[in-house]
């Protein structure tokens, strides 16, 4: 099993950027498939990004393609949301989370419920 702490959100003017963070512990994380997630006040949680174990194949969702970058360190066990020309519908609680099933295919993956660990969360808020 493994825990997952996000850190890195704040307040942050339109256009500006933030680099969140998600430490891992209890594993090498480098077993696990890892996706960001957000959730809005009111609304669904929704699929931010995804990177395979191994980094090589990367996924986002078009709300943020082009502006978001997603990357992983498996040797300091971290995985990294680089956030730029941040607007303030970005404004939401951003999660990690982990996926440990190699078989899921690119369907499944933007849901929630193909990852088995969550951290609890980190709070980024863009202003207009």
């Known amino acids: 099993q493994v825990q997952l702490a996000e850190s890195g959100g704040g307040l942050v003017q339109a256009g500006g950027s933030l680099r969140l963070s998600c430490a891992a512990s209890g594993r090498t994380l480098s077993a696990y498939a890892m996706g960001w997630f957000r959730q809005a006040p009111g609304k669904e949680r929704e699929f931010v990004a995804r990177i395979s174990r191994s980094g090589l194949s990367i996924y986002y969702s078009d709300s943020v393609k082009g502006r978001f970058t997603i990357s992983r360190d498996n040797a300091k066990n971290a995985v990294y949301l680089q956030m730029n020309s941040l607007k303030p519908e970005d404004t939401a609680v951003y999660y990690c989370?982990?996926?440990?099933?190699?078989?899921?295919?690119?369907?499944?993956?933007?849901?929630?419920?193909?990852?088995?660990?969550w951290g609890q969360g980190t709070q980024v808020t863009v202003s207009s």
């Open positions: 989370a982990a996926d440990p099933d190699p078989s899921h295919t690119i369907q499944v993956v933007t849901r929630p419920n193909a990852y088995d660990y």
